[in-house]
């Protein structure tokens, strides 16, 4: 059976903020099942709902800002993202130079994420290359919010191969507290390629989401030519490897 695979919409963020639906629309038809977003552009929760399944997509999680799990804003943030669908809220950054940041953080997200849970919404935290260098304090962010964070992670495996890590030892080494990653491709020096056009170790980590039953979202993010165009290649690469 053919693996089914996601999209994180800000790798098309060319045409989004003018033209979700048009967007949608077209990753639909590329083949892609389910959307990860990376913002709304103003729409209600209602509408893009209602052009989720005119597209015969899902939405498989969204990267939203942490500031809407504050204890005045959770209540709004939930019932948005109960009518979409979505059962992954995902941090895709946040400012954590200092374990005083980390400590605030771990704080907000360690309340919101059972009120998330009751919902059916999973809460996690996506890396990026920094995550898991050592700071001053000697530890890295990473094992700082591992260690303090009641929360998931979304591993980006091209941040983490950016990083000088094998992201198959990550993804094991943080087995039951990630459910879902980034697939993503790129040459060291923090340059994103579309899928099987860089160095980074996607068969490899293709082969072993899917065995490990992990969601898998592709993300590539330099609209080469356009948005639309580079995540073309990278579904046509993955339908190769079947």
């Not at 374990?99 to 919902?119: G, S, T, W, Y």
């Not at 983490?160 to 491709?185: M, Q, S, Y």
């Amino acid at each position: 059976m053919a693996i089914e695979y996601g999209l994180q919409m800000f790798s098309v963020r060319d045409i989004t903020g003018d033209d979700m639906e048009g967007a949608l629309k077209a990753v639909a038809e590329m083949g892609y099942k389910y959307v990860e977003y990376a913002g709304f552009s103003g729409h209600s929760a209602e509408q893009i709902k209602e052009w989720q399944d005119k597209y015969g997509l899902q939405c498989c999680g969204t990267h939203s800002g942490w500031e809407d799990l504050r204890p005045e804003k959770i209540d709004e943030t939930i019932a948005y993202h109960k009518v979409i669908g979505n059962p992954n809220y995902i941090i895709p950054w946040a400012d954590l130079d200092s374990l005083d940041k980390i400590i605030d953080f771990c704080a907000v997200m360690n309340k919101a994420q059972p009120r998330l849970a009751e919902a059916g919404i999973h809460l996690a935290y996506h890396n990026h290359s920094h995550e898991f260098e050592v700071k001053s304090w000697g530890s890295t962010i990473h094992s700082e919010l591992e260690k303090r964070g009641t929360f998931d992670f979304e591993i980006d495996t091209y941040w983490v191969f950016n990083a000088g890590l094998d992201p198959i030892e990550t993804l094991k080494r943080l087995a039951g507290r990630v459910r879902i990653i980034h697939l993503k491709d790129g040459v060291p020096g923090d340059k994103g390629r579309a899928l099987g056009e860089g160095m980074a170790p996607v068969a490899a980590v293709r082969e072993y989401a899917n065995r490990m039953g992990l969601r898998m979202v592709v993300e590539s993010e330099t609209l080469t030519p356009t948005g639309l165009e580079e995540v073309k290649r990278c579904i046509d690469f993955l339908k190769a490897q079947e």
